[in-house]
């Protein structure tokens, strides 16, 4: 504690901006070996920008497919069944599941608790190279004979497509988990280990809360995962019948594997963004979050019960009219803690001073977009509308409601958010709030129009269709090249800010938790001395300084950084 | 010949119905007895979506325009930092109201007009029997006097149950008017039913879709339900149990080849292009030892080492039937070993003669029209 000095963390302390992370050492190895979690993270997001600008592509092309009935850009059902596949595997494998615990968490986690890293450096390096393995087993997968099972890899279809690339790409689903796993044991350990004196559980960001909820359920979800795609292997390579009834096995038995893994997954993608956005709410609106407890909790209660409602995915299936029951009423039970948070986000704008910032565009768009992805979430739990809507549109607009407009968006709102921390640059704040504007209308015209689609009757993962369902997918599909310029402009402001951006400041949105006490882009060690722990949520310290063109923290007006005052059990208050 | 071109002329009639469409907004045209009931749910959960959704967009419009601070601006500092009886409110609030939601989806309500999952699973007992058989990439339906359809035919006004089963991969059975959908199963027998009281007669149709992705062929997997009142629906019965073996045997390639190559049409074409499996076009002539018949199997053989005097297809009928019931078998380069589900206990000896006989006429049917060039067979 003694080294505790309340002028020596200051953001003003220039001398650690001239060593950063970025220019510590130079060279290949200096970033392919890092220990440093912040460049672990920044190479996780490249990896995962790079895969999703793969998906995306994919995205276009069956979209671009299904403008007409029939052949469009391809003559062939097959090659659009492979679109789908990729786009699908891609997107929830390789980029959202990764995206904001490995790459926006790893940058941020060690810094909002004031550590120098993760308490696994060298399990964090592995964790990132074995995700870099599993993409390649993709590739190889579409080197190999490509395949189109869904990203769902159902059985008996998957064990007897024609197409070849299911063993290695289900290898790399296996090495990706693996990847996941060890991301998610790092950071229980590191929040349990590596808080420091002061941060007491109810005093963390509820960024790091997010992050605690999503990583129990990777480490407990995910070996299912593993399981189920090793028995798919045997089955595939060796004829064991487990799942194929001509060999004695049984097809639902495999639904049951594979849901008890990917339902708690969908909220391995959605808990860190509703994280990220408790954060953008309080910081971007300059007030404290209201009902930090609740919000905790909520994350809680949400990977609880995510582990409890995988048979809804299965109504249809053949599973018992009394699972289905059970399964119904449980399913209602996620709505609860999700209303909770949309409401305490929504009266967290209440008297604050709101900032109409690039990262603040983002959360209102999230707030929108997962309230409707939310609400259509009803229909699907109640059991005779989703005799209806099971595998139709309906179904692929929703989750991409709650998947793409709330997961990929919160992680694009806090890339923008995090993006002058982790590369000392700011981006052009009116590009980045048209691109968030254009990205918003083009997504609600992609997929707004589905649920119509699917409450129509339109099936899913077709190639071909009915005429009269065409109006639909046109307008979609429309909505859908808007989408990608708003993306593509997304794109062009971050980069742009990298070569023309002006200097980011410590703490460019007046931010109160630890990361924004550290420098733009932080040093390697990320704090030179451990900071004194304050209310992260507590803004009335900071000042706007011209000089700095950045917030700064006055520290005269905090009582908690006043050495003198006695650190409360309860910081939330 | 007046006859034969009026019998054709209605016939041609007969075979382009149109499908039922409509509805609203929302939802396609009710068409079975509980589709209104479950409608009006999701209208109830639709107004409760509206609703919320006003609720938290004209909340969070109001308070950004409202406490929209510019940069530099002082933070205000009065806004609560928790409040205990509001987040208590909005806790149990949406408790209490998705308590209702699950019942009314489980259960129902006739007062309130709900048709309940239990009633949607309940078929009644006096319910007429079909069974539905999937496989890549076609339907059969099968009725309790044995015949068996390619498009689904029900009486109006009777519950009908539908027995599911899947040959090869899941499938779903979905037809949208009726609000009806279940997975169908390899190894597992599967139900539904339904009541649909609106004939369509032979005019118009319902679609069928199948909902359960299953590889190239799943969005043609879309068949016709057409509702007959019970007098017409007898009629079909007799005339579907008995049309071939009415037919002459001079005329039976002509009249039933083509209506029992429909069935084939999701993977064979005549003109040549490959589908799933091998082009129907010049088959005869490869199976004869004429053009193609060089053309080589999976395992390497050639239509001309299989087929002949003393090899182990003695004559091209017998590869063609072995083909149609154990097309595992030999299977034609580039084609898959799984592509083609067996036929055997669908089609008798005489469907496999009708479509041996149309094997040998090809060259006498067109395939876009997909009727014959001649008005009557051709008399050997």
Known sequence: MTAINANNDSVLDHTASTDNYLTHTRGFLSWALTLDHKRIGVMYLIGVLTSFLGGGIFAILLRTELLTPGPTITANPTTYNIWFTLHGAIMVFLVIIPSIPAALGNFVLPIMLGAKDVAFPRLNLFSFWLWVIGACCAIVSLLVGQFDTGWTFYVPYSTTTELGGVVPVVVGVFIL??????????????????????????????????????????????????????????????????????????????????????HPAVYIMIVPAMGIVSELFAVHSHRHIFGYRFIAYSSVAIALFSFLVWGHHMFLSGQSPLLNTLFSAISFSVAIPSAVKVFNWTATLYKGSISLTTPMFYALAFL?????????????????????????????????????????????????????????????????????????????????????????????????????????????????????????????????????????????????????????????????????????????????????????????????????????????? | ?????????????????????????????????????????????NWLCYFFFALIAVLMVFFVIKY??????????DGPHHHMPLELTWLVIPTLLVVPIFWLGFAGSRTLGVEGYVGLTTPPRNSYEIQAIAQKWSWSFKYPNGVISDDLYIPAGEPVRMQLR????????????????????????????????????????????????????????????????????????????TWLEKIDDAEL????????????????????????????????????????????????????????????FATPEDYIRDSILNPANHVVKPFSPSGMPTFKGQLDDRGIDALIGMMKHLDEFDPKTAKWLKATPEQK
């Open chain 1, 368 to 573: 929108i977009l997962f309230t409707i992805g939310g609400l259509t979430g009803l229909h699907l739990a109640t059991l005779n509308t989703d005799v209806h809507l099971h595998d139709t549109y309906f179904v692929v607009a929703h989750f991409h409601y709650v998947m793409m407009g709330s997961a990929i968006i919160g992680m694009i709102g806090g890339l923008h958010h995090w993006w002058p921390k982790m590369t000392g640059r700011m981006y052009s704040e009116n590009l980045g709030r048209i691109a968030c504007v254009i990205v918003f209308i083009g997504f609600n015209i992609t997929f707004f129009t589905q649920f119509m689609l699917g409450s129509q009757g339109m099936p899913r993962r077709y190639y071909d269709y009915q005429p009269e369902y065409q109006i639909y997918h046109v307008i979609s599909t429309m909505g859908s090249y808007v989408m990608a310029v708003g993306f593509m402009l997304t794109a062009y402001t971050l980069l742009q800010s990298l070569w023309s951006g002006e200097r980011a400041p410590a703490n460019p949105w007046g931010g109160r938790s630890l990361e924004w006490q550290c420098a733009s882009p932080p040093p390697h060690d990320n704090f030179p001395v451990q900071p004194r722990v304050g209310d992260c949520y507590d803004f009335s310290c900071l000042r706007w300084s011209e000089e700095e063109n950045g917030y700064i923290v006055d520290r005269s007006m905090d009582p908690e950084l006043n050495a003198n005052a006695p650190k409360r059990a309860e910081g939330a208050r």
């Open chain 2, 1 to 45: 010949m007046t006859v034969i071109t009026l019998a054709l002329g209605s016939a041609l009639l007969a075979a382009d119905p149109t499908p039922i469409l409509g509805g609203d907004f929302w939802m396609p045209p009710p068409a079975s007895t509980f589709a209104e009931g479950l409608d009006q749910m999701f209208m109830f959960i």
């Open chain 2, 166 to 241: 899947a040959v090869d991969v899941l499938h779903s059975f979905y037809v949208p008017n009726f609000r009806v959908k279940r997975d169908c199963v390899p190894g597992r027998y599967g139900y539904l039913w339904f009541q649909a009281d609106e004939p369509t007669g032979h005019s118009r149709y319902h679609h069928l879709f199948c909902a359960e992705y299953c590889g190239n062929g799943h969005s043609q997997m879309n068949r016709r339900v057409f509702v007959l009142s019970r007098t017409d629906f007898d009629a079909w019965l007799k005339n579907e149990e």
């Open chain 2, 68 to 77: 929209h601070a510019p940069k530099g601006h002082t933070f205000r500092m």
């Open chain 2, 253 to 312: 390639y002509w009249k039933a080849g083509p209506k029992l190559f429909a069935r084939c049409t999701s993977c064979h074409t005549l003109d040549g292009v490959s589908g799933v499996g091998p082009s129907w076009k010049g088959i005869w002539d490869r199976v004869n030892g004429g053009a193609g018949s060089d053309g080589t199997f999976l395992d390497g053989k050639t239509y001309r080492d299989l087929i002949g005097p003393g090899k182990e």
């Open chain 1, 177 to 262: 988990g693996f990847s996941s796993i060890f991301t998610g044991m790092n950071f229980v350990v590191t929040i349990h280990k590596l808080r420091p004196p002061g941060m007491t559980w109810f005093r963390m960001p509820l960024f790091l809360w997010a992050l605690y909820a999503t990583a129990l359920m990777q480490v407990l979800a995910t070996p299912v995962l593993a399981i189920t795609v090793l028995l798919l292997i045997v089955e595939r390579t060796v004829g064991i019948g487990i799942f194929d009834p001509s060999l004695g096995g049984d097809p639902v038995l495999f639904q049951h594997f594979f849901w008890f893994y990917s």
